[in-house]
């Protein structure tokens, strides 16, 4: 044959040398069309078709090759139903569409759109193989260190709010991606071995992450797909054309792949149709509740004299109420059902600026109110079908972190976590921990450019984890607990050294509050709890506990118990040891406290706590001691009434 035909075996049906896929343990097979399309530039310009009949078990069967185009140059690749890109060496992306033996003829007569421009790093040698299309027409770049997602809406001729966006970051490591389609990614790092992501675009999450089979499929050369997570690869050294399967259960269905065709090793680009076959994957599940709510109000005061104070309402309402500096009085600004509770916000206080997280009717909300006003062009939603309350923390950088727990359709909670850019974009979300363990609750705590993380599990184990930014979090150890198993506080002591704070339970079923301190060398944590005393025997009503450090270098410990808000400090700055016994908070008679309170800081220095007693807020103020061996006496009342 002509060496544009190279040596195919053009027959209709597959032959006996089709691989069998009987037995694979995929969560189903792919279904194919009767061919795959495969695209083909030559060094002469040439552009061929090459139909694969075999796609989806790997035969050596061709239905037959011809020559579509001419004169084609810079970077060519396939995406959805027929489509097909170019990217010119002037970095226009075109698009073109071939259908029915013929090429679309767009509006104005021309046979190509231009959808993009400044493309051209593309069609350079070095990364002619960091772009990719999905079946849903999803666009992934590698550039940099980073993995971006564009996606082109033809309906309205531009390019989808959200394009361009960085996905993820640590990805310079890697000199290939090809999409199978669902949003699965391959990527190639130095060694030649292939590592699994996919990718799931409505919840902007990813649904696998960095997985690398013990029996990888690995190698030099072009690595493109038909869908259906089906892969083909030309060998350059051999001139050979490969094919393979990917499922994520039990990853490469060979170690080196089928021989389907020889001659292939001249082409300057060899791509296929990205929708000629499908598998069905699961995405994310609609979330599920899951960990522990949290039915504190926050206080949030600003520079300005404002002061903001959030937390639940009517029939789980979430209720902004505001102090106007002006008028000197408390209005609502906010009421919502959409979301059904808060952890402790971040306070910009000079900025005016109060942020949280919560969830919401797509996923996870982060809501930023200022100056008593609120509107839905201050939320940026998350996504992410999160099943919990977000736990956020603004870094030394001044980006913010999201973690959360979803379930993978299995009813376990597993952590993810979503990351800002300096820039303000958000990588997507990603999971991490023990995929075995349940997680119940987290908590988050940032001390320079690391974030401790601590989830508890169903076990009564809290794991700890460190996280610096655009790193997967680090496993760092455990802190077991009798009956540990609701959220945990932390806070930062006079000498920067993390507090845990969790309520034991005793063998007779008394809620005690326990404090765990960080070792002095940071390498982990101290080996047991210490009690902070009893209440008597009805105990601690709810958790989490609030913890806060005062300006006079002691640590203050509110939590409610036998119907009242109770407050301890430490004994001094750095002390190891806290106040016994604890202080009632003076409340009026009729007032029933069982939701957990919040203790924060005010712009004059002033202790704030804030405490529900039923639907109606309270909020109690009381100054810093002087002595830090004196508690704080705190007065006040109802802010608001329902």
């Not at 007569?109 to 999905?134: H, L, S, Y």
């Not at 001139?239 to 039990?250: P, V, Y």
């Not at 903001?308 to 789980?316: I, K």
Request: some cysteine.
């Amino acid at each position: 044959m002509s060496k544009k035909l190279r040596s195919l075996c053009l027959v209709a049906a597959v032959t006996a040398g089709t691989v069998s896929i009987t037995g694979a343990a995929s969560a189903a097979d792919p279904a194919c069309g009767p061919v795959a399309h495969v695209f083909t530039t030559q060094a002469d310009g040439d552009l061929w078709l090459y139909e694969h009949s075999a796609p989806a078990s790997g035969g050596f069967a061709w239905a037959g090759a011809r020559q579509i185009g001419w004169g084609w140059g810079g970077k060519t690749f396939a995406g959805q139903d027929g489509r097909v890109y170019n990217i010119t060496t002037g970095g226009e992306l075109r698009r073109l569409r071939y259908r029915g033996g013929a090429w679309d003829t767009f509006p104005g007569g021309g046979q190509f759109q231009t959808i993009g421009r400044g493309w051209q790093k593309f069609a350079e040698t070095a990364n002619r193989a960091k772009i990719t299309v999905d079946a849903d027409g999803s666009f992934y770049t590698l550039e940099g260190d980073q993995l971006r997602w564009w996606r082109y809406d033809e309906q309205a001729g531009a390019w989808a709010p959200g394009s361009g966006r960085v996905l993820d970051v640590g990805w310079g490591r890697f000199d290939l991606i090809a999409a199978g389609g669902n949003g699965g990614l391959q990527a190639r790092d130095a060694s030649g071995a292939l590592h699994r992501f996919r990718y799931h675009a409505e919840t902007e999450r990813f649904v696998a992450y960095d997985v690398v089979p013990a029996a990888g499929w690995q190698g030099r050369g072009t690595l493109f797909s038909p869908g259906g997570d089906l892969y083909y690869s030309v060998r350059p050294h051999t001139g050979e054309l490969r094919w393979n399967q990917f499922t994520e259960d039990t990853g490469w269905r060979t170690g080196a792949g089928a021989v389907i065709g020889t001659g292939w090793g001249t082409d300057v680009d060899v791509t296929a149709t990205t929708t000629d076959c499908s598998v069905s994957l699961p995405g994310p599940p609609p979330a599920e509740w899951l960990g522990a709510g949290d039915g504190a109000s926050h206080v949030a005061d600003l520079a300005s004299g404002g002061r903001y104070v959030l937390g639940p309402g009517y029939q789980s309402a979430l209720v902004t109420d505001w102090f106007d500096p002006v008028a000197r009085n408390w209005r609502t600004t906010m009421e919502t059902n959409g979301y059904d509770a808060i952890r402790t916000p971040i306070v910009d206080a000079a900025a005016g600026a109060v942020t949280f997280g919560a969830r919401g009717s797509t996923g996870t909300d982060l809501v930023t109110l200022r100056g008593g006003d609120w509107q839905a062009s201050t939320t940026v939603s998350l996504r992410g079908a999160m099943s919990s309350t977000p736990t956020i923390v603004r870094r030394a950088n001044g980006t913010v972190a999201v973690y959360s727990l979803a379930s993978a359709g299995d009813g376990v909670g597993h952590l993810h976590v979503r990351e800002q850019l300096p820039g303000g974009d958000f990588l997507a979300w990603r999971r991490f921990g023990d995929p075995a363990v349940d997680y119940s609750n987290i908590n988050a705590i940032t001390r320079g450019d690391q974030t401790t993380v601590l989830a508890t599990d169903r076990d009564y184990v809290a794991h700890v984890f460190r996280h610096a930014p655009g790193t997967a979090p680090v496993p760092a150890g455990h802190l077991a607990g009798r009956s540990l198993f609701g959220p945990m506080t932390t806070v930062l002591d006079s000498n920067g050294t993390i507090l845990v704070f969790a309520v034991l339970r005793t063998d007779d079923g008394i809620r005690i509050v326990h404090v765990r301190r960080e070792k002095a060398d940071r390498s982990g944590f101290e080996d047991t709890w210490q009690s902070l005393g009893e209440f008597g025997r009805r105990g601690v009503m709810t958790e989490p506990v609030s913890a806060l450090l005062l300006p006079n270098g002691t640590v203050a410990v509110s939590v409610p118990a036998d119907g009242k808000p109770y407050v301890t400090t430490s004994k001094g700055p750095g002390s190891t040891e806290f106040a016994f016994p604890w202080t009632p908070v003076d409340v009026a008679k009729d007032a029933w406290f069982s939701e957990p309170t919040a203790l924060t800081l005010s712009t004059n220095g002033e202790v704030l706590l804030s405490a529900v007693s039923g639907t109606r807020k309270h909020l109690f103020t009381a100054p810093v001691p002087a002595d830090p061996a004196a508690p704080p006496r705190f007065t006040g009342g109802p802010i608001y009434g329902y």
